[in-house]
Every structure is written in C-alpha cells, then in structure tokens.
C-alpha cells in the first residue's frame, strides 16, 4: 500500500511530546527514562492508542515511534542489539492504530541521531552503517513512506537519502520517500545551509517530497516555504511545532491553538501549493482534527516553478 494521487496528505508527526503527557508506567522505561522507541516493545498498546487518537482525528499518515531507533542513538541506553526489534515494533504498533484501514498510510521515521557528521561527532561510514540498519527494519516490517526528517546537517541528510535508496534497490521495493530538513530561527540549518542548498542538493534525488519540520511554528517556516513553492519541483511538506516552547508552572508548553495552526496550514496550502501537511511538537489530535476540518475541499495552489 502507498499514497496515490491524494490532493492533500495529513500528517501525524507527534509522539514524543505526547508520550511525555502520557501516563507511563516506570516499569515500562526499564530504567531508561527518554528512550520513547523502547515503548514499542514495552508498552505497545500505549504506543498504538497514541497513534489511533490522530487517526480517529484524520490523520492520513502515521509516523512510526522510531525517530531515534538507530544503533547510534540506542546505543546511549545500552539497547544497541534491539534496533530490529525496535524498529519492527514500531511499524506494528501503527498497523494496530490503523486497523485496517486502506485509506492511512504508515511512515517509518528516521531522524538525525544524536551525532553529525559536519560537526565531526561521527564519521560517515559509521553513520551509513547505523541508517542502514535501521532502514532495513522499516522496510522489512513493510512500511508505505519513508520519512528522513529533522535534518539538520545536509551531510548527514545526504547519508541517510543515499542508504535509503540503495536499500529500496537491493530489495526491489518502490516506497516513497519523504525529506524534511529543520531551520531554526537563524534562516538555516545547525550546520548553516539555508533552504536553497538543501533544494539544490536533493533536487536530483526521486523524492516523494521536501519540506521542513519542527524547531518552529508556521510563522518562522513561511519564507522557507515560500521558496520551495518558487523552486522545488515536487511535492512540499510543512509539519510545524505548535509556535515555540514555553514553560508555564514547570511544564512545556505550546501556544498555538488548533484553530489558528489550522489557519496557518490551509493557508500554506491554498497559497504556497503544500501538499503535505501534519504538525511535529506540542501537535495534538484536536489539532489534526481542526486541521482536517479546515482543508476540506481545499486543494493545493498551482505553482509557477522557476527552471
């Protein structure tokens, strides 16, 4: 199974902020409080009830609990030899949620890690290894996308993208494959490139789509966004945090409502042509839902690419 020729695809993009409301057994961290991917093995039905609230809400697309599940990351919570397992749980887990339905589409999440390239915290080699090894998971537990996200270094983007589609041909699968670089407030990325390299870099690279997601809200991505309506040729994601952190009485918060991130994203939509579109941190399913409601029978803005 694998999107078709859907106008609009929403995404659900959220777990981790929302495992941290959730009500977790200490039992099921097993003394390794953060590792969320370790709940797919020991809490799966938390992990799939998280994932069913988004569907319930019209989510079209759901990311898999695995945003850290590679060897490098894991490695940090002495789970190195669980990446299969992990990673494999994770899919099944969003199966579970989607309960058969053929219209939801599950995208198996491979983030940045926790050591970039460009700034010399790992080689390349290393960091091919621990992509491959996690991807090949995802795709043996039959995920429909595959979503490389969060990049902050096009290095390790690029790492990641090449791994990705050398596995898809070894194994003879056509999978899409979704990109989604992170620009911080600066206007570029951790490393320092802007969004323009990042279009350049992977415009010859058969992507499903390219877009940004989280370290901040709507607001912040919109000339990015804008950009990639003018040039990129493919299909555009958004998937935003909720505005930026705040810490009311101790906790994290996000102050975008549902209705004004709703707002925002229809907008991107009917003005800029994205035709992905989801929320990263602080999202919620009332969020989807209003997101849901506000894109009914909206359809992307025809885009003027310059060649």
């Keep these: 199974m694998r999107p078709n020729d859907h106008d609009v695809l929403i995404l659900d993009g959220a777990c981790g902020t929302n495992l941290q409301e959730m009500d977790i057994p200490s039992s099921a961290w097993d003394g390794r409080e953060g590792c969320n991917e370790l709940l797919n093995l020991t809490a799966p039905e938390r992990i799939a009830g998280l994932h069913r609230g988004f569907v319930d809400a019209g989510a079209m697309v759901l990311e898999t609990n695995t945003f850290g599940a590679n060897r490098i990351v894991l490695e940090e919570y002495g789970l190195e030899d669980r990446v299969e397992a992990i990673n494999t749980a994770g899919v099944e887990n969003a199966r579970a949620a989607i309960d058969g339905k053929a219209d939801v589409y599950v995208a198996g999440s491979v983030g ?35 979503i490389i996200e969060t990049c902050q270094d096009l290095l390790q983007m690029k790492t990641a993208m090449t791994v990705c589609l050398d596995i898809l041909e070894e194994v003879g699968k056509d999978i899409p494959v979704m990109a989604s670089v992170t620009i911080e407030r600066t206007g570029t990325m951790l490393v320092g490139s802007d969004i323009a390299a990042a279009a350049v870099t992977f415009e010859p690279y058969p992507l499903f789509s390219l877009g940004l997601n ?13 950009y990639l309506s003018r040039n990129w040729p493919g299909r555009i994601s958004c998937v935003p945090n909720q505005g930026m952190p705040e810490v009311v009485d ?19 939509v009917s003005q800029y042509g994205v035709s992905v579109v989801g929320g990263c941190c602080g999202t919620t399913p009332e969020h989807t839902r209003h997101l ?15 060649s």
């Design 250 to 268: 101790g906790k994290t918060r996000y102050p975008l409502s549902p209705e004004a991130y709703a707002a925002e994203m229809k907008k991107f």
């Design 112 to 146: 940045p890690g926790t050591k970039l390239p460009s700034l010399g915290h790992v080689s390349v080699d290393v960091l091919a290894e621990a992509c491959r090894e996690q991807i090949r998971a995802l795709v043996q537990a039959d995920v429909d996308i595959l």
């Design 214 to 226: 989280c370290a901040t809200g709507p607001a912040d991505m919109e000339s990015h966004i804008r």
């Design 292 to 306: 849901v409601a506000a894109l009914e029978g909206v359809t992307p803005a025809q885009r003027e690419v310059v």
